[in-house]
């Protein structure tokens, strides 16, 4: 409930903080596992109810409930990722638990992707691998391993378009039973929260609310509060003019720009002991805009002097590594060569998070969660 004990410490964390080896969640872990989705528990839960033709994959209706569930099954989706391919799917060769019902929801998934780029204009970037860090060990003994994971995939396609979808219906129904709620849009290129509804561009809806990660980020607290006192029959905790809900948002991307700042930070960090655990001497970069380069296969962004400022983005070049400095972050290096290849998502990819923070792409960390229950 507003302002009572738990309410007060999820508000003062607004989110479950991710980096590499570190996950500090916003609510105690007794309550996260209380309501969590795990298989063979019975769990109180908000559902969404989409009714699909059979043919077109198009939608027919939607019922939003308040009820108590039992989930059968999860489905891990860091033992069938690699399983899952759109060869498998097209071919009917899926060979897992539940393959029926995952392909059928591939094949919904890519309909709701579909109709977001008609409203777009243009497609959805898919071809970008978001790269992230697997810890073993701790401290200054850690091995450390990069992985993968490309936007787009069968299952990273499946989990964010469910979420985008849910998340636009939602800030949909907020809007027609005059509720207020937290809303993201974007116009004009620029990403905002506030609690008047409008448009996302960039996603291609027409509401977008965050609602779907409750245990983990205090807007979608909120908002799902505001849903089930509708549901109930009561009055909604915060009304449209209610200062407090304006208090919220602001502290909300305070606090989630510096969650933010902190894992780039730890990404920065990991990036560079894992450039000194292989011992590297060189490394392939790719142009970004001037002289910032993203590094090949690391989530790391550097600047180099001295690059010719006429480079095309997406122009790979190959760096000599002089160092790296674990406190300040950097990696001092100077080019060796510019390279003949290109990376076409690069170029594309630079125009996409302009517009794209994160909306339809979590993190690993938050896609791995979201999708351990798909």
């Known amino acids: 409930m507003r302002d009572d004990a738990l309410d007060k410490v ?9 980096a590499p080896g570190l996950k500090t969640t916003m609510l105690p872990e007794p309550w996260i596992e209380g309501y969590s989705l795990d298989e063979g528990r019975s769990v109180p839960c908000l559902s969404l109810y989409i009714t699909v033709h059979d043919d077109t994959y198009g939608v027919e209706k939607t019922e939003t409930r308040l009820e108590r569930i039992t989930v059968e099954r999860n489905v891990r989706h860091d033992r069938i990722d690699e399983l899952v391919t759109e060869e498998a799917i097209e071919n009917r060769t899926l060979d897992i638990e539940y393959a029926e019902e995952i392909s059928w929801l591939w094949h919904f998934a890519r309909r709701l992707l579909r109709e977001r780029e008609e409203v777009r204009g243009r497609p959805e970037l898919t071809n970008r691998v978001d790269w992230f860090f697997v810890l073993e060990g701790e401290g200054e003994d850690a091995s450390i391993h990069v992985r993968g994971r490309r936007r787009g995939a069968p299952l990273d396609l499946l989990v964010a378009e469910l979420m985008i979808y849910a998340n636009q219906t939602w800030g949909l129904w907020l809007e027609e039973h005059a509720a207020a709620g937290i809303y993201r849009s974007q116009r004009m290129g620029r990403v905002r929260m506030s609690t008047t509804p409008g448009p996302h561009d960039g996603l291609g809806v027409v509401r977008y609310a965050w609602c779907t990660s409750p245990l983990r980020r205090y807007v979608d607290l909120v908002n799902q509060r505001q849903i089930l006192q509708v549901l109930r029959g009561e009055s909604p905790a915060y ?25 780039t930070k730890m990404e920065r960090y990991w990036s560079l002991r894992w450039i000194l655990q292989e011992g590297l001497r060189e490394i392939e970069a790719i142009v970004v805009k001037g002289d910032l380069v993203r590094i090949d296969r690391l989530p790391f962004m550097q600047r180099v002097p001295g690059l010719p400022e006429d480079l095309p983005k997406g122009r790979k070049v190959l760096l000599q590594i002089l160092g790296c400095d674990l406190v300040d972050l950097v990696m001092d290096s100077k080019l060796l060569r510019i390279l003949d290849e290109e990376d076409e998502a690069a170029v594309e990819d630079d125009e996409e998070e302009e517009a794209l923070p994160d909306e339809n792409a ?12 798909a």
């Open 10 to 18: 999820a508000r003062a964390r607004m989110s479950t903080v991710y």
């Open 239 to 263: 009304a449209s003019n209610d200062a407090d809900l304006f208090t919220i948002v602001s502290q909300f991307e305070t606090i989630y720009g510096t969650y933010a700042d902190f894992q």
């Open 362 to 373: 979590p993190s690993e960390a938050e896609a791995s969660e979201a999708s351990d229950n």
